[in-house]
């Protein structure tokens, strides 16, 4: 009875109501991602996911540590002193260059200092060959909370997310109209969590992204989701989580 016929994306939620950070919290949660992996979908070449992810709190000294030992040359403030932004960048070098400088140039002139970059380190030797065709380049920025200001950390962040998008569209000649820049994403910009997602199945999530494979990697709570792409068709940018939630949505509501 086609009455009954429904289907629907993934989502998980964990949470320690400690509030401790855990290695434990990542690591279930991440189980409960593949163990929705029939909630997603793949493409036909069955390692392209429909996309799938990872929202955790900012693990302040695994980012501390990573930062030390990859010699970035430079230190975190306290945890909640900063913020981080997940993007996806071009793979060109050029257009990548000319991205990272828009946005450290938009962020000095709000006030939050570019502490610096890091490029996340990845593996994609198990991607199929849908998703390896369109995957970015995936950076984080530190960024300073600007000191002189009032306004509450996260609605800085907030601002300094939604010009870094204008300024960039200039840049690369997008319509802010359309929203769409298929060269530029930010995953996540926030004091408080970070986003690891990507146009990817859910036991690819971990294999990929190799930060999630550190022991010293933990959070107080995570939220998972499994893509089962619906009337739009899979992509890196729309893999969830979102920025701040992420959405079981039935097919064509």
């Known amino acids: 009875d086609p009455v009954f016929e429904k289907d629907a994306c993934g989502v998980g939620f964990i949470a320690d109501t400690t509030l401790t950070n855990t290695r434990?919290?990542?690591?279930?949660?991440?189980?409960?991602?593949v163990r929705m992996t029939h909630r997603g979908a793949c493409g036909c070449d069955k390692d392209s996911g429909d996309g799938a992810g990872i929202l955790v709190v900012i693990p302040h000294e695994f980012f501390a540590n990573v930062i030390e030992e990859e010699d970035l040359g430079f230190e975190l403030p306290e945890a909640g002193e900063y913020s981080i932004g997940n993007f996806f960048l071009a793979q060109d070098d050029k257009l990548r260059e000319a991205t990272?400088?828009?946005?450290?140039?938009?962020?000095?002139?709000?006030?939050?200092?570019?502490?610096?970059?890091?490029?996340?380190?990845?593996?994609n030797s198990m991607l199929g060959s849908m998703s390896k065709g369109s995957e970015p380049i995936v950076m984080q920025a530190f960024f300073a909370k600007n000191a002189t200001s009032t306004t509450d950390f996260e609605l800085q962040n907030y601002v300094l997310r939604k010009v870094i998008q204008s300024t960039v569209n200039e840049l690369m000649g997008v319509d802010n109209k359309i929203?769409?820049?298929?060269?530029?994403?930010?995953?996540?910009?926030?004091?408080?969590?970070?986003?690891?997602?990507?146009?990817?199945?859910?036991?690819?999530?971990?294999?990929?992204?190799?930060?999630?494979?550190?022991?010293?990697?933990?959070?107080?709570?995570?939220?998972?989701?499994?893509?089962?792409?619906?009337?739009?068709?899979?992509?890196?940018d729309r893999a969830q989580p979102m920025r701040v939630l992420g959405h079981n949505g039935e097919i064509n509501t």
């Open 24 to 33: 434990n919290t990542v690591k279930e949660a991440l189980d409960m991602l």
């Open 100 to 123: 990272q400088k828009t946005i450290e140039e938009t962020a000095e002139s709000l006030g939050n200092h570019l502490l610096g970059w890091r490029r996340v380190p990845t593996n």
């Open 179 to 236: 929203g769409f820049n298929p060269e530029f994403y930010t995953c996540s910009l926030s004091s408080k969590t970070i986003v690891y997602k990507g146009q990817l199945t859910p036991a690819q999530v971990e294999m990929y992204f190799l930060d999630l494979q550190k022991e010293s990697f933990a959070s107080h709570l995570a939220l998972v989701h499994s893509r089962f792409s619906t009337n739009t068709f899979p992509s890196w």
